[in-house]
T-cell receptor, first 111, second 113 residues
Framework: GENVEQHPSTLSVQEGDSAVIKCTYS??????FPWYKQELGKRPQLIID?????GEKKDQRIAVTLNKTAKHFSLHITETQPEDSAVYFCAGLSGNTPLVFGKGTRLSVIA | DGGITQSPKYLFRKEGQNVTLSCEQNLNHDAMYWYRQDPGQGLRLIYYSQIVNDFQKGDIAEGYSVSREKKESFPLTVTSAQKNPTAFYLC????????????FGAGSRLTVL
């Protein structure tokens, strides 16, 4: 089955700087890669996703890139703000099986 | 207000006791899931159900049981056979049209005393 590795486990950046979180996956048949954000004490929420037929997707300050050959995808957050502080989870999907999540990255944006 | 409701939010249990966590959704979603969240471990799948009266084991099903008698409801029982049940439990659902997109409940925190 699919295995998703995520790093780093913790990340601290200064407000206004960029943050990058990387994930690798094992199943070359995986075709959908979402990112979820979980603020402290709250439920995870989908913030952006990408399918295997595109290489990059942007939504305001966040973007996701996908390299199918290398089997890795990344989340990019530009001009970070304190409200970006949260735990971020990547995930991969192969076939009809449920999403497989990475172990999460705790992002701290320092004002 | 549409969404997923989990209850209770906090639950304490003594060793050897079974406990059932409730998950109800009014989104008309076909699929429902239970994840366990531990610090540094991410979200690990316990059980999932894609249709009423059917469910499948996830990666860490041992010591847990579920039922799916109604489309709206997917309760999780943590049995005494679960060796380390203290954790945060998240229920989620997805529609058949957007099976990849999960909507999560607010979670239930179980502490074994």
């Amino acid at each position: 089955g699919e295995n998703v590795e995520q790093h780093p486990s913790t990340l601290s950046v200064q407000e206004g700087d960029s943050a990058v979180i990387k994930c690798t996956y094992s199943d070359s048949a995986s075709n959908y890669f979402p990112w979820y954000k979980q603020e402290l004490g709250k439920r995870p929420q989908l913030i952006i996703d990408i399918r295997s037929n595109v290489g990059e997707k942007k939504d305001q300050r966040i973007a996701v890139t996908l390299n199918k050959t290398a089997k890795h995808f990344s989340l990019h957050i530009t001009e970070t703000q304190p409200e970006d502080s949260a735990v971020y989870f990547c995930a991969g999907l192969s076939g009809n099986t449920p999403l497989v999540f990475g172990k999460g990255t705790r992002l701290s944006v320092i004002a | 207000d549409g969404g997923i409701t989990q209850s209770p939010k906090y639950l304490f249990r003594k060793e050897g006791q079974n406990v059932t966590l409730s998950c109800e959704q009014n989104l008309n979603h076909d699929a429902m899931y239970w994840y366990r969240q531990d610090p540094g471990q991410g979200l690990r799948l316990i059980y999932y159900s894609q249709i009423v009266n059917d469910f499948q084991k996830g990666d860490i099903a041992e010591g847990y049981s579920v039922s799916r008698e109604k489309k709206e409801s997917f309760p999780l029982t943590v049995t005494s056979a679960q060796k380390n049940p203290t954790a945060f439990y998240l229920c989620a659902s997805s529609s058949s049209g957007r099976a990849n997109v999960l909507t999560f409940g607010a979670g239930s925190r179980l502490t074994v005393l």
